[in-house]
Antibody
Framework: QVQLQESGPGLVKPSETLSLTCTVS????????WSWIRQPPGKGLEWIGY???????SYNPSLKSRVTISVDTSKNQFSLKLSSVTAADTAVYYC????????WGRGTLVTVSS | DIVMTQSPDSLAVSLGERATINCKSS????????????LAWFQQKSGQPPKLLIY???TRESGVPDRFSGSGSGTDFTLTISSLQAEDVAVYYC?????????FGQGTKLEIK
């Protein structure tokens, strides 16, 4: 049974870069599409983008200029970088599997504040 | 982008009664190549990540109780809970994975009457 775990700083300063990693356990990252999704406090869900194990990516146009998703197959991990963050980027960030998101990490709250 | 619109925004149903949530997409999510609807339903309880209930519009995820069912095709979809249980209190989301950017409905809050 595949499990996902997000990790990274819980506090990021405005204008800096948010960096998170998702570790895949119980299975190989060498299959499926792997996505990042975020949820601002009390609000709905927003898909950020995905990466295939081969390295091909797709990003939400609303964030595309600031987002980079990468994969490290040797570590069974994929990562998110979001640059030039503002308070509007404060959210719980989830990593997920497949196009219909059948497995989710527990999520990690990232707060953007000075 | 495909816009997903759910109705109602909130719903109160008595225990044991049927709950119905609707989802409409701004364009069809039915694939002509495989005749599948690229539509999923999720349940999110307070403080937890969303949980996949239904994919391909009507396929129940393993372990999901059979009181949950999905129906519809093209642009109009429905999630039905046949007999509401106390543990079903949650926010429910529909999501399309037909095109990127993948998009979600705004959510429907389900409560006990």
């Amino acid at each position: 049974q595949v499990q996902l775990q997000e990790s990274g700083p819980g506090l990021v300063k405005p204008s800096e870069t948010l960096s998170l990693t998702c570790t895949v356990s119980g299975g190989s990252i060498g299959t499926y599409y792997w996505s990042w999704i975020r949820q601002p406090p009390g609000k709905g869900l927003e898909w950020i983008g995905y990466i295939y194990y081969s390295g091909s990516t797709s990003y939400n146009p609303s964030l595309k200029s600031r987002v980079t998703i990468s994969v490290d197959t040797s570590k069974n991990q994929f990562s998110l970088k979001l640059s030039s963050v503002t308070a509007a980027d404060t959210a719980v960030y989830y990593c997920t599997k497949r196009g219909y998101f059948d497995v989710w990490g527990r999520g990690t709250l990232v707060t953007v504040s000075s | 982008d495909i816009v997903m619109t759910q109705s109602p925004d909130s719903l109160a149903v008595s225990l044991g009664e049927r709950a119905t949530i609707n989802c409409k997409s701004s364009q069809s999510v039915l694939s002509s190549s495989n005749n599948n609807n690229f539509l999923a339903w999720f349940q999110q309880k307070s403080g937890q990540p969303p949980k996949l209930l239904i994919y391909w519009a009507s396929t129940r995820e393993s372990g999901v109780p059979d009181r949950f069912s999905g129906s519809g095709s093209g642009t109009d979809f429905t999630l039905t809970i046949s007999s509401l249980q106390a543990e079903d209190v949650a926010v429910y989301y529909c999501q399309q994975y037909y095109n990127t950017p993948y998009t979600f409905g705004q959510g429907t809050k389900l409560e006990i009457k």
